[in-house]
């Protein structure tokens, strides 16, 4: 005669499963990470802490090699849902090494929204937070150590955004002698549409984004197919084979709940983005520094009429401001129409864009 199971053989047996479930998922994401993992140098890795509590980290390469004493220290900055590694993904296609290669003196900074749960200790996690602490303690850092009067700012996505918000504001604007400003959008302009109930959700109640885990459980099969999430984020012809699953496992971040509030809160307004309720393209308008804006001709994130934005705030009331434009595609001589991620990781980047920041930067 079969017995019938007792409610606690039941909850026995769940149990048993879900811890199985549990180690299951760990060794699987213990193995890809440890397979898919690049390793890359730096010259010098630092922590620092902002006076809010906040944490950052700055990296450096290419001190050693440096050609030009007069050149400053160029200054790297990530984008949202990213780590330093969003410009230094790969020898082959990282820009801080092409940068270095050429004889500068090149810093990645890590924002505090770039660092995993467990290195980000103390201090908000908003953006405005960034542009208080974050941006003007790495510039302060950097000319410190290097005994420089100013940096290069070189930005990715949201990296470039904090510079407008930051410069004449948090930042003096000497201290910057020109910026390149990649898929930095002047306007919040999401790529489908963003309910407006959200932008009432109080700031609060956003949840951490958990990207990173999502990003590592799954990095082993991103290659395998495309999805239309891949086709928002990037052109997936315009990368190398092994990139988006090593981007996948080093690059990707969470997206703190404080910032997650402000972004939504900017798509389901008027796509403004603002600090303590002032356009912060505003403040670029008297921005006296060389300038170079990079659009992609296929970016869905960051479209090319949102960093145009930036573009034509960029010294708009000064009397000849020295900017340029470039959407990268076809059209302009790239090799592709380029998405969101493959501006900083595409495997066409060291003829298509590098180039042209070295020239900028050196001319």
């Known amino acids: 005669m079969v017995g019938i199971a007792s409610p606690w053989d039941v909850v026995l047996w769940v149990m048993a499963f879900v811890a199985a479930l549990l180690a299951a998922g760990w060794a699987h994401l213990r193995f890809w990470v440890k397979r898919l993992h690049l390793d890359m140098p730096y010259d010098v890795v630092e922590r620092l802490r902002t006076m809010d509590g906040g944490t950052f980290e700055l990296r450096r390469i290419g001190a050693r090699t440096a050609l030009e004493a007069n050149d400053p220290p160029v200054l790297l900055v990530h984008g949202i849902c990213a780590n330093h590694r969003n410009q230094d993904i790969h020898p082959r296609y990282s820009l801080a090494r ?11 900074l890590t924002l505090r929204s770039g660092l995993s749960r467990g290195q980000a200790r103390g201090g908000r996690m908003g953006f405005d937070s960034m542009v ?4 003007p303690c790495a510039i302060r850092r ?11 700012y070189v930005a990715f996505s949201m990296g470039g955004m904090l510079l407008y918000a930051s410069l004449g504001r948090t930042v003096d604007p000497s201290a910057v002698r020109k910026a390149v400003l990649v898929g930095s959008p002047g306007r919040v302009i999401p790529p489908h549409r963003v309910p407006k109930l959200l932008g009432r959700v109080p700031r609060a109640l956003f949840p951490r984004l958990p990207s990173r885990l999502a990003a590592q459980m799954l990095a082993f099969l991103s290659e395998w197919f495309t999805t239309p999430v891949h086709r928002m984020v ?10 988006t699953r090593t981007a996948m496992v080093d690059c990707v971040q969470d997206v703190p709940g404080e910032l997650l509030a402000d972004f939504i809160a900017w798509a389901t307004s008027d796509g403004v983005v603002r600090i303590d309720g002032d356009d912060v393209l505003a403040g670029i ?6 300038a170079l804006f990079i659009a992609g001709a296929g970016d869905r994130v960051a479209v090319a009429s949102a960093v145009r934005a930036a573009y034509q705030a960029w010294g708009a009331d000064t009397p000849a401001p020295d900017k340029r434009f470039l959407v990268l595609g076809r059209e302009s001589g790239a090799a592709a129409d380029y998405g969101h991620a493959d501006l900083a990781m595409g495997v066409s980047l060291p003829t298509d864009l590098f180039p042209w920041i070295a020239a900028f930067l050196r001319r």
């Open 234 to 243: 990037l052109n997936p012809s315009n990368m190398a084979r092994g990139i």
């Open 142 to 152: 950097v000319l410190e150590a290097t005994g420089a009067s100013s940096v290069d």
């Open 132 to 135: 208080r602490y974050d941006i």
């Open 285 to 290: 308008r008297q921005a006296g520094q060389p």
């Open 98 to 108: 092409f940068l270095a290669d050429a004889g500068r003196d090149v810093w990645l």
